[in-house]
């Protein structure tokens, strides 16, 4: 007997949909063009490369964008890890959020205090012929030292080639750029890194069913509305009452009860799989993160990632205690390795919950030592305003190091 049970579509049909039905961004070949000559000149220089994703993505709810369903992210991992990497030798793509953190910069973008308390106006040269009105602008003296040593390490990876950054904002210029970041990486072969440190939405409006304007939030007169049917994603829904659609309250009588905006959102293709399979070059490394907030689920996820994906490292971590600690999950022994920077190093967080720092470890095994640490892991006494990044990016560029003796020795047998 026949089964009418749809088939199934392969990975490729999915990728195929996708990327057909909805319009590439407008700065894809702008991009290419950058970061094929960035990655040419390091493929001749034998250099490696990380393309490192940072930030969040948006996702519109019309055509023509004015709301848009957001998250937190704003990009302090990629954007510190992408530091770390350039002081281990590596060039960097930095793709990231516009707007958000970028390296560097970070220091100052992301501080407390306004950057223009950084700076002060000296006094004018007594031998100069300016304006004794306008004195130079100066760095005040307690922050010489760190803005120097900052400032040096930009423009080295600037003077040298180093760091491409390339921004994107939406989920869709995510995806589009993504596949043709990798698919350029092909010639580094396994010199590629990919770091997927950007916190990408995991549901979309698909573009043949988003309102070309901007969603109304009052009543319009009946000459005014789309007698084709609006195509708001309020709409899609015709079970919903319309009394219970949200309106903004603008109405000639007062609702009687509160009314509602349905969003009907469709789950993004996961793609990291085609990622390992058919995107990035042969032999390189993928590296993926996952973020809980349950700690009865943090390593059991990561895992499950690690398996789903096929990707050669999930670095696992708690929103409460991210800039503390991180567990690294492999298919390959040790299969699980944390990571922590000593209580006494940590910076302080607002978002941080000091008590929860190796929680996730207990839970996943009651009664093992808390103690354990990652091989190699410097002692407290040796570390001194610690990033976590500093501790996993040099743990990450040892196992890439790995992976490349391996497939090269393989190549050679």
């Avoid at 950007?198 to 698909?206: L, M, N």
């Avoid at 996952?290 to 689920?297: G, H």
């Avoid at 390795?337 to 209580?343: E, L, S």
């Amino acid at each position: 007997m026949a089964s009418n049970a749809p088939e199934e579509m392969t990975p490729a049909e999915i990728e195929s949909g996708y990327f057909n039905n909805n319009a590439p961004p407008k700065s894809l070949h702008k991009h290419e063009a950058l970061a094929r000559a960035f990655i040419d000149l390091h493929v001749e220089a034998n250099r490696r490369v990380v393309l490192v994703t940072s930030g969040g993505t948006t996702v519109p709810l019309e055509n023509q964008t004015v709301r848009f369903i957001d998250n937190f992210s704003a990009g302090t991992r990629g954007a510190t890890s992408a530091e770390y990497f350039l002081e281990q030798g590596y060039a960097v793509i930095f793709f990231h959020r516009q707007y958000s953190l970028l390296p560097y910069s970070r220091h100052y973008s992301h501080s407390t205090n306004c950057f223009l308390d950084f700076m002060e106006e000296a006094a004018p040269s007594s031998t100069g012929s300016g304006d004794p009105d306008h004195g130079p602008i100066v760095v005040r003296s307690e922050y010489q030292d760190e803005m120097r040593d900052v400032l040096r390490k930009y423009r080295y990876a600037k003077r040298n080639n180093r760091l491409l950054l390339l921004p994107f904002t939406t989920i869709s210029e995510y995806l589009f750029e993504l596949r043709s970041l990798a698919q350029l990486m092909q010639p580094l072969k396994t010199n590629a890194l990919f770091y997927l440190a950007a916190a990408v939405s995991d549901f979309f409006i698909p573009r043949d069913r988003m309102a070309e304007h901007k969603i109304q939030s009052s009543e319009l007169p009946a000459h005014l509305l789309n007698k084709q049917g609006d195509n708001d994603a309020s709409n899609n829904d015709e079970t919903i009452d319309p009394e219970d659609i949200y309106t903004g309250g603008i109405e000639a009588q007062p609702p009687t009860h509160s009314k509602k905006l349905i969003i009907d959102l469709d789950p993004v293709p996961k793609f990291l799989h085609r990622l390992v399979d058919g995107w990035a070059p042969e032999g390189s490394m993928v590296v993926s993160f996952k973020l809980e907030t349950d700690p009865n689920l943090l390593v059991y996820k990561a895992q499950t990632a690690l398996k789903r994906y096929s990707h050669h490292l999930v670095i696992g971590n708690l929103l409460s205690t991210r800039k503390w600690e991180v567990v690294f999950v492999t298919p390959d022994a040790p299969y699980e390795r944390w990571i922590r920077v000593p209580k006494s190093k940590r910076s302080k967080s607002l978002s941080g919950a000091e008590d929860q720092v190796g929680l996730a470890e207990i839970k996943k095994a009651e009664g093992e030592s808390m103690a354990t640490k990652a091989d190699g892991q410097p002692s407290e006494t040796a570390l001194e305003g610690v990033e976590i990044e500093s501790l996993i990016i040099p743990e990450l560029v040892k196992l890439h190091s790995n992976m490349i003796a391996k497939h090269e020795g393989g190549k050679s047998q």
